[in-house]
């Protein structure tokens, strides 16, 4: 063979790299054609941040972020789903680039973040979505879902939780701040709020740490250490026991509803067991359930793995 010949053939063989590249992974080019839009709207008196990408009048997902994070957890997602879906992930009161009220003057309770989060999406006129529950979006999540039961078109839940199963050993000092707030309110602020516990949320046990971006978790310590924010994180931590006394409720609105369901599961999370994605089947018989190679925040890790479960769940949703 020449060298023209050579040079024809390496050029094929990058040309079907590349193309085999972005057929894997179709939503890379999503970020020039639907650029995301960050805006803040007026709800209850609060300046409510929000994330908005794709076409309005695609199907809608609405994104319920996690502890400490905020929407900025989806910008994966808004990235590679952005072509086929409508994108929208607020900052809950507290959170992100919200307004963040003094406890004096707002109650950090799951209910009332979940009764802003619906005033949200009634202001933007959202009637139908997909929810994607991560974490805090889980208790978040299942109290607008139960309000309105009408909208859901389906659940994605990604380390979320609403069986005992998911609450394992770390939790049972939890357990006993929330039996004994005055007593325990201090040591569970230097654990729970610390640097370390905040980059051990994301790495979790993964044998890869060198794949985690420290920026996730410096920026989170950084959020936390804001003025105001040990009291409102204490008192909405305070207010997780609602939480675990709702399990057996949240339960029966799935049994009951039996909701069209993707599971993701990131094994290697700290915070949450892995028995949880498990314990959705009694619940959800035809749930869809992955245990994936990824921590408690999952798109720090396999962005495409989720994106891709994301889409094939999606079109198997019924129109309408």
């Given at each position: 063979?020449?060298?023209?010949?050579?040079?024809?053939?390496?050029?094929?063989?990058?040309?079907?790299?590349a193309?085999?590249?972005?057929e894997?992974?179709?939503a890379?080019?999503?970020?020039?054609r639907?650029?995301?839009s960050?805006?803040?709207?007026?709800?209850?008196?609060?300046?409510?941040?929000?994330r908005?990408?794709?076409?309005s009048d695609?199907?809608?997902?609405?994104?319920?972020h996690g502890?400490?994070?905020?929407?900025?957890?989806?910008?994966?997602?808004?990235?590679r789903l952005?072509d086929?879906?409508?994108?929208i992930a607020?900052?809950?009161?507290?959170?992100?680039h919200?307004?963040?009220?003094?406890?004096?003057d707002?109650?950090?309770?799951?209910d009332?973040?979940a009764?802003?989060?619906?005033?949200?999406?009634?202001?933007?006129?959202?009637?139908?979505?997909?929810?994607?529950?991560?974490?805090?979006?889980?208790?978040?999540?299942?109290?607008?879902?139960?309000?309105?039961?009408?909208r859901?078109?389906?659940?994605?839940?990604?380390n979320?939780?609403?069986?005992?199963d998911?609450?394992?050993?770390?939790?049972?000092?939890?357990?006993?701040?929330?039996?004994d707030?005055?007593?325990?309110?201090a040591?569970l602020q230097?654990?729970?709020?610390?640097?370390?516990a905040?980059?051990?949320?994301?790495v979790?046990?993964t044998?890869?740490?060198?794949?985690?971006?420290?920026?996730l978790?410096?920026?989170?310590?950084?959020?936390?250490?804001?003025?105001?924010?040990?009291?409102?994180?204490?008192?909405?931590?305070?207010?997780?026991?609602?939480?675990?006394?709702s399990?057996?409720?949240?339960?029966?609105?799935?049994?009951?509803?039996?909701p069209?369901?993707?599971?993701?599961?990131?094994?290697?999370?700290?915070s949450?067991?892995?028995a949880?994605?498990?314990?959705?089947?009694?619940?959800?018989?035809?749930a869809d359930?992955?245990?994936?190679?990824?921590?408690?925040?999952?798109?720090?890790?396999?962005q495409?793995e989720?994106?891709?479960?994301?889409?094939?769940?999606?079109?198997?949703l019924p129109?309408?």
């Open positions: 063979m020449n060298r023209k010949s050579l040079f024809a053939l390496a050029a094929a063989l990058t040309a079907s790299v193309f085999a590249a972005n894997s992974i179709p890379r080019g999503n970020a020039a639907y650029p995301t960050y805006r803040t709207i007026k709800v209850d008196g609060l300046n409510i941040f929000y908005e990408a794709g076409p695609a199907p809608t997902i609405l994104l319920l502890f400490p994070s905020s929407s900025r957890m989806f910008e994966p997602l808004l990235a952005s086929r879906y409508h994108l607020p900052d809950y009161p507290g959170f992100g919200s307004d963040a009220p003094s406890p004096k707002f109650a950090y309770t799951f009332h973040i009764s802003v989060t619906n005033d949200f999406v009634e202001t933007l006129g959202l009637r139908r979505y997909v929810l994607y529950a991560q974490d805090y979006g889980g208790p978040v999540g299942f109290r607008l879902a139960m309000a309105h039961p009408e859901v078109a389906g659940l994605v839940v990604q979320a939780v609403a069986h005992e998911g609450l394992g050993p770390l939790w049972e000092k939890r357990r006993a701040f929330w039996a707030r005055e007593a325990n309110e040591a230097r654990n729970f709020l610390s640097l370390e905040t980059k051990q949320r994301h979790g046990s044998p890869n740490p060198e794949r985690y971006d420290p920026d978790w410096t920026g989170e310590y950084a959020f936390l250490s804001q003025p105001g924010q040990k009291e409102i994180q204490t008192d909405l931590f305070y207010d997780y026991r609602t939480n675990v006394a399990y057996p409720d949240w339960q029966a609105w799935l049994r009951k509803t039996q069209a369901t993707l599971v993701v599961w990131g094994r290697y999370d700290p949450f067991q892995v949880e994605a498990a314990a959705y089947r009694r619940d959800l018989p035809k359930i992955h245990v994936i190679d990824a921590g408690h925040f999952a798109l720090d890790e396999q495409d989720v994106a891709a479960l994301i889409r094939d769940f999606m079109r198997r129109r309408g």
